[in-house]
């Protein structure tokens, strides 16, 4: 079950859905992976927001909005027009609610972020292969870990405000009558050797000569040859691949569900059986030979394991519902300014169409009707 929450997740998530999709994303493979330490370099870091207490830096932003694109685009989703101004007001939101954290909100949201930090961490097969991915996004495990935590103590701040509070009785009956949110689908546990066809470090990336796609095309099928005379698939995965991602991993991807991967590459690996090795596989990408170490039956997650998502899913609702009205006050006590003309701009927008919308509902008249 996934609910959406009212803050800036998209860092953990893109960290997240970019490891469980390596070949699914053109970002998610080679060398140019951290275009916003090269936006710094060249402009430098301005504050782009301030408030009493504290600032917002391009950087900041640049980050979170990076790692919302390229979920987006691991999901084959186009990033929306206003994602930039919305990411900044959850930022803005959540710079505002840390003013506010008492002790008992920052031991909270503690216990909170380590608890999603160690959900993701279970998504990688060893903490190195989760350090490789974020040192490939310009990051480390601190600097996620304190980004998870700043959203996790603002989240309980704003529960402790709102007076948000969900009862074991609600989870309960959320989960009975929503059995089919629940339901995990058939996975699948694959190693995989990929050779580009493209070059990923041009935006966007461009097809190689019809030459080299053709040696590299007669390189997989040798590789193929010597791994069904017995060579073993991990150790050519170390020498061959050419995904960074799970390359030094000998080729080992996460389990995956149909609809994570690219539609050639999960068509094959569902229809091989365990320890098979695939034909020749060609996605957007290049070349792929893929190998599934296990079949992973379809279950149901039982209460226990769901309930904390379920109990942070039904809070984040009524947070949703009460929540705008809260942070427009905020931001008025805490002085917020953005200080980017652009920004400023399009906030004004987004804040007065919210407005619009809660005077027309407070009122019952659908906005945008005149009447």
Not at 271 to 276: C, Y
Not at 287 to 300: D, G, M, T, Y
């Amino acid at each position: 079950m996934k609910f959406n929450v009212l803050f800036a997740a998209a860092l953990m998530a893109g960290m997240l859905s970019t490891q469980a999709t390596t070949q699914n994303a053109p970002g998610a493979v080679g060398t140019n992976a951290n275009p916003e330490a090269a936006m710094t370099a060249l402009f430098g870091d301005p504050p782009i927001v301030k408030g009493t207490g504290f600032q917002i830096k391009r950087s900041d932003l640049d980050q979170v909005v990076s790692a919302a694109r390229s979920n987006l685009a691991v999901a084959n989703q186009a990033a929306p027009p206003d994602l930039e101004i919305t990411v900044l007001n959850q930022l803005i939101a959540i710079q505002s609610l840390l003013q506010t954290a008492t002790p008992a909100d920052q031991a909270a949201g503690k216990i909170d972020a380590d608890q999603q930090y160690a959900k993701l961490l279970a998504q990688f097969r060893t903490p190195e292969e989760f350090e490789r991915l974020l040192k490939a996004r310009g990051m480390t495990t601190d600097d996620l870990r304190a980004k998870a935590l700043q959203e996790a103590v603002a989240k309980a701040a704003l529960k402790r405000a709102l007076n948000v509070n969900v009862t074991d009785e609600d989870a309960k009956n959320y989960y009975t009558s929503h059995g089919a949110d629940f339901e995990e689908p058939e996975k699948v546990h694959t190693r995989h050797i990929l050779l580009m066809t493209i070059d990923p470090t041009t935006r966007p990336p461009q097809p190689l000569t019809t030459n080299t796609v053709a040696a590299k095309r007669k390189q997989i099928e040798d590789l193929r040859k010597r791994i069904l005379a017995g060579e073993d698939f991990a150790t050519l995965a170390k020498e061959y691949s050419e995904d960074p991602g799970s390359k030094e991993n000998g080729g080992e991807l996460p389990n995956f569900s149909r609809g994570q991967m690219q539609p050639e590459f999960e068509a094959a690996a569902f229809a091989l059986g365990t320890n098979q090795v695939s034909d020749v596989v060609t996605t957007m990408f290049g070349f792929h030979l893929i190998k599934v170490l296990e079949k992973i039956p379809a279950k149901k997650v039982d209460f226990t394991t769901a309930e904390s998502d379920i109990k942070d899913g039904l809070a984040q609702l009524k947070i949703r519902k009460l929540a705008p009205d809260y942070i427009r006050k905020l931001r008025t006590d805490e002085k917020v300014e953005i200080l980017d003309a652009n920004l400023k701009s399009q906030d004004e927008q987004v804040q007065a169409a919210q407005a619009a919308a809660a005077a027309a509902a407070a009122s019952d008249v659908p906005a945008g009707t005149g009447k």
